[in-house]
């Protein structure tokens, strides 16, 4: 699934994106280091991998979309 980076911390290595239909969703950094980024700024595309529903929805992998 596509999503746009919303929010990042470089010092906790979290954040969160935002789904095509607006939906924010949270990263943690087990997250962000299962994508092997070192960087991330706000409006890059990624792609995200997801578990979940509901409010209990959470990024479980997150990297640089590439086309």
Do not use: C, H, K, W
């Not at 924010?24 to 578990?51: K, M, N, S, W």
């Not at 409010?55 to 479980?60: G, L």
């Amino acid at each position: 699934m596509q999503a746009t980076a919303f929010t990042y911390s470089a010092d906790t290595r979290s954040g969160s994106v935002l789904l095509d239909d607006g939906t924010p969703l949270p990263f943690d950094a087990a997250a962000f280091d299962a994508g092997g980024l070192r960087l991330l700024r706000p409006g890059q595309r990624v792609r995200i991998e997801t578990e979940g529903e509901g409010d209990a929805r959470r990024v479980v992998f997150l990297t640089l979309q590439t086309f």
